[in-house]
Each structure stands twice: as C-alpha cells, then as structure tokens.
C-alpha cells in the first residue's frame, strides 16, 4: 500500500521544483550566475550523492562495480551523441551568428523530468523498506528539486526556447516526482539495475553540468562571482548530504 507520508513528500518534492524554476524565471537576468550554482549543484551531486551511493550498493549486494562505471560513460556519451546529432549544421551555417537549438533544451529538460520521476520512485521505495529510509530519501530530493526546477529554466532558456514554453515543462517536471511516487504501487527495482541506473545517470549529470551549463555561464559573463557560485554549489550539495 502506498504511504501517504511518500506522497505527502512527493507534493513537496513538485513545489520545490515549481519554485526553483520561477525563480529562474524571475531572476533571468542574472542567469549565468544561477547556472555557475547549479553546475556545481549537478557535480556535487554525482560525487558526494551518486557515486557514495553506488559504492555502498556494490559492497552491500555483492555486485560487479564495473557495470555503475560502463553505465556513466554510456550516459555521458549518448547523451552527448544524441545532442550533437541534433545540432549539427549543414554546409555554410558557419557563416550565420552564434544561435542556440530549442529542442536540445527540451530534451535535456525531458530526461531530467525522467530523473525527477525516478526520484518518486525513490521515495515510494524507501518508504516500502522503513519511515526513517523514505523520510531521509525524501529530504535529499526535495532539496535538489530546487535547483532542478532552476535547471530545467535554464537549459530552455538558454536553447532559446520561450518563457511560456519553459513553464509549460516546469509543469511537467514537476509532477513526476508525484507520478514516481505513485508507479512503487506496481513494481520494485532490483538492486543490480538500481546501480545501472545511477551511474548511467550520473554520467548524464557530469555531462550537462561540466560541458553544458557550466560553459555557458562563462559564454559571455564570465567572473569570479560565477566561479565562486559553482564551488558553494558543490560545498552546498555536500553540506545536505552528509546532513541527509
């Protein structure tokens, strides 16, 4: 039976990204320094959150630590493949001014909502094993839904996408965490894909983050306030890990 403590918290989970998206939104002027956070946000995650967990996963259960780390180069390249076919240019496009490709936003905003689902997923299951594991899976995720939620603006923003069009996958972003939540009720994962799926997810952060994001906060407002943004984002994530 699903615990209405998991989907009290997966509710906390879409206002948490709705907001750090606004606030993106808002403060869309100062976009270089929020995604110099936020890059340091997605790196921190995969090292003191992503890869901390996969450790502890292989030691616990007995499983191969190479399959984790063949899954984070495939995550890093697919998606990095997958990008660079879309926006790759015809013969003479050189010629035309620097311009961003709407849809790579879209399908980075697309598979970071497939992360945020995964997250409910995480809270559905932890509440199955006990309170105390779901309550604590919990906390982790509605704190980085923030800036997830200030992700997802910025990646479409930057593509040149549509202050409309942005909220419009804000909205989406942030139910799937509650639509997570609400798949525990037909089915578990085991824990040898669990492991696939961090390190294959973790390759996917290091790639937006250190050679999507970061890049572009440095494109045209390049400072040290931005540098220094990007290492309290990771002091930031490594601070509410040890916390959670």
Known sequence: MLSLSAFIFAIAAFFSTALGGLFSIKYKDKMNLI??????????????????????????????????????????????????????????????????????????????????????????????????????IAIAVIVHSFTDGMNNVALMLINKNTIKKAKRFLLLHSTAPILGVLSTLFFTIPYRFLVLYLGFFAGFLLYIGASDILPEA???????????????GVIFVFVISRLA
Do not use: R
């Not at 630590?65 to 493949?81: K, Y």
């Not at 440095?218 to 309290?232: C, D, N, P, R, V």
């Open 35 to 136: 995604m110099g956070f936020s890059a340091g946000v997605l790196i921190g995650v995969v090292a003191f959150d992503i890869f901390p967990e996969i450790i502890e996963q292989v030691k616990s259960n007995g499983l191969n630590s190479l399959g984790p780390m063949i899954a984070l180069v495939l995550g890093f390249f697919i998606f990095h493949i997958f990008e660079k076919a879309i926006v790759i240019h015809h013969s003479h496009e050189d010629q035309y001014a620097d311009h961003k490709h709407p849809y790579v936003g879209v399908l980075s905003v697309i598979a970071l909502a497939g992360h945020s689902f995964l997250d409910g997923v995480g809270i559905g299951l932890g509440f199955q094993i006990n309170s105390t594991v779901g309550i604590l």
């Open 218 to 232: 440095h494109s045209k407002h390049s400072s040290y306030k931005t540098i220094a943004l990007t290492i309290l």
